[in-house]
């Protein structure tokens, strides 16, 4: 029997030449990844069990994003311990306020993930790299901890779901609608234990900002890791910007998927998941009447340059409602200036959008927009559990930049389409 | 190795974010995580639990964030074990890994109430209501995973060999 792309990553990172679902491998790992709320826990554990050196100073990524700039001083003593760490260790990638980014958008566009690579973090959001056609999946402290130490973890080999894409997406609709979508359809446990297999013709048509959208989400399907195929779009992507070599896997034409979705670009509509979990998905024109108080568009999941671009494109020479406040969070430094070279915020700003540094901030109700009882926000992020945001009483619905950004004119979630 | 308690009982998909708010992840102090378990879905679960107790609940619990708090919060509240159908997959690897037991048993989590007395024997994954007098077999942990829980975690295990 064949392997998936997953598989075969796996295998190669175990030193198989085969690997089947089920079988428990341990596979070396190309980089290990912690936040400002995870390597705290981590640096503990990792002190606790006696270490005293790291695998590999290059193959480390601590990245200080989620509370930071500092929100408070617990946070600020939790970024400290982390900073302490990365200079005792002299770790390449660290990532302070000033460097930082949202590490789902910093590490791939600063190269540092590449194709066919093998990645654990303790972040959630971890398999959006499976974008770039690479293993990755999150994990705890712990997880993390034994990562940086030894340099390689122990996993499960997944079996997957076969996602096949035809077509191309409308105006409007964009990566994000295609993961809300999926998410509706086969449930927040959909996935569970798996890997979500993305191929198709449909595939070439994505961006990678698209595809990284998809692939952050894949953990909102319950997924082990979302994974593309390594194409021209990802290699022109990744053209004088990855750092190693990368190794280009393909499924073999006999590989075995538990099940299979197949999913039409062409008729995809923009895509509302209602509260509290992302599988309470409904089209724009499903979605009735639905006031807000609260618009944000940023995040590791729609944080990056084509989504700023779709927002300010709706968001030209329109102001936002009376009674709305909209925020608008670029996901690293970099996607900031060019946002302020190509007159984008000057576009917010005029709009009345506010325009901050890149943070994680208000996607887990962190600081920088934290919702108020009873309060409702359409949120670009990706999670709309019970008090994700804030107040346990506050709304969260999750959307495309585009929806996001024509909500905030109207002040009820708005099909883009229907603006004047 | 075993478990006795009263049963705190929750539904479906019960995320990271509601067993521990991400306001309270600017500090890794087990007791300050513990006073604010579960918090956003049950106020009254701190005043309530009492060392041993088990969680009882519905599929995917734990999905959401990999903060590993969310698994320390209920191990630090005094929880000795969390059965349900399912698990997140980060969730699973995060209890094993900090000592929190945890059973996937779908006919116990569907039938056993809330503040029933249950019993675990984890050597053989016999799961007894005490109250109805009921039993339910779950796959029982291999030996060394039953190491990693009785040490506290998997690098407590490690450091003690």
């Known amino acids: 029997m064949g392997m998936t792309m997953t598989q075969k990553i796996l295998a190669a990172h175990a030193g198989l030449d085969h690997v089947e679902p089920g079988q428990l491998i341990e596979a070396k790992l190309d980089l290990v990844l912690g936040n400002d709320i995870t390597s705290p826990v981590a640096i503990n554990e990792f002190e606790k069990c006696g270490a005293d050196s790291v695998f590999d100073k290059s193959r480390i990524a601590l990245v200080l994003d989620h509370f930071t700039p500092n929100k408070d001083i617990k946070a600020a003593e939790q970024c400290r311990q982390v900073r302490r760490f990365a200079s005792k260790y002299d770790i390449d990638n660290f990532f302070d306020v000033g460097r930082v980014g949202i590490e789902h958008a910093l590490l791939p566009e600063q190269g540092i993930v590449v194709p066919g690579d093998c990645v654990i973090g303790a972040d959630s959001h971890t398999c959006t790299y499976g974008a770039l056609g690479a293993f990755s999946t999150g994990v705890g402290s712990t997880d993390m901890a034994a990562g940086m130490i030894a340099g390689k973890t122990w996993f499960k080999v997944p079996q997957a779901i076969r996602v096949t894409l035809h077509g191309k997406l409308p105006k409007w609709v964009s990566g994000k609608d295609v993961i809300l979508h999926l998410i509706g359809e086969i449930g927040v446990d959909g996935a569970l234990y798996e890997s979500l297999e993305f191929t198709g013709d449909g595939v070439k048509s994505l961006s990678m900002d698209d595809r990284l959208c998809i692939a952050n989400m894949a953990i909102e399907a319950g997924a082990k890791n979302g994974i593309f195929p390594v194409d021209e779009v990802t290699l022109a992507y990744g053209k004088d910007r990855f750092r190693r070599e990368p190794v280009i896997y393909t499924a073999d034409d006999d590989a075995a998927y538990v099940s299979e979705v197949t999913i039409n670009l062409d008729e995809l509509r923009p895509t509302v998941a209602f509260p509290h979990l992302p599988e309470n998905t409904r089209t724009i024109d499903e979605v009735g009447e639905v006031k807000i108080d609260q618009v944000v568009i940023g995040s590791c999941t729609n944080g990056r340059m084509e989504d700023l671009r779709t927002a300010a494109e709706i968001l030209k020479g329109r102001k936002v409602a009376d009674g709305v406040r909209c925020i608008i969070i670029p996901a690293t430094q970099k996607i900031y200036l060019d946002a302020v070279h190509e007159g984008l915020v000057d576009i917010f700003i005029n709009a009345g959008a506010i325009f901050s540094m890149p943070t994680c901030g208000p996607c887990l109700g962190g600081h920088m927009g934290v919702l108020g009882k009873g309060e409702r926000a359409v949120s670009t992020t990706n999670r709309n559990f019970v008090g994700r945001m804030g107040h346990v009483e506050s709304e969260v619905y999750l959307a495309s930049p585009a929806v996001a950004a024509a909500s905030a004119v109207t002040g009820f979630i708005t099909d883009p389409e229907k603006l004047d | ?161």
Do not use: W
């Open chain 2, 1 to 161: 190795m075993n478990a006795h308690g009263f049963v705190h009982r929750y539904g479906d998909n019960v995320d990271t974010d509601v067993i521990i708010p991400a306001r309270y992840l600017n500090t890794a102090s087990h007791e300050e995580l513990a006073a604010h378990c579960m918090e956003d879905i049950d106020k009254e679960f701190v005043h309530n639990v009492k060392q041993g107790d088990i969680i009882v609940a519905g599929k995917n619990f734990g999905c959401g964030s990999s903060r590993e708090h969310a698994p320390i919060a209920i191990k630090a509240s005094g929880i000795s074990c969390v059965i349900a159908p399912t698990f997140a997959r980060i969730f699973y690897r995060n209890s094993i890994n900090i000592g929190l037991a945890i059973l996937e048993c779908p006919e116990a989590a569907a039938e056993i109430q809330g503040g029933d007395e249950v019993s675990v024997d984890f050597d053989t994954g016999v799961i007894t209501d005490v109250t109805t007098g009921k039993t339910y077999k779950a796959q029982p942990f291999p030996p060394f995973i039953q190491n990693i829980i009785e040490k506290g975690g998997l690098l407590n295990s490690l450091k003690q060999g």
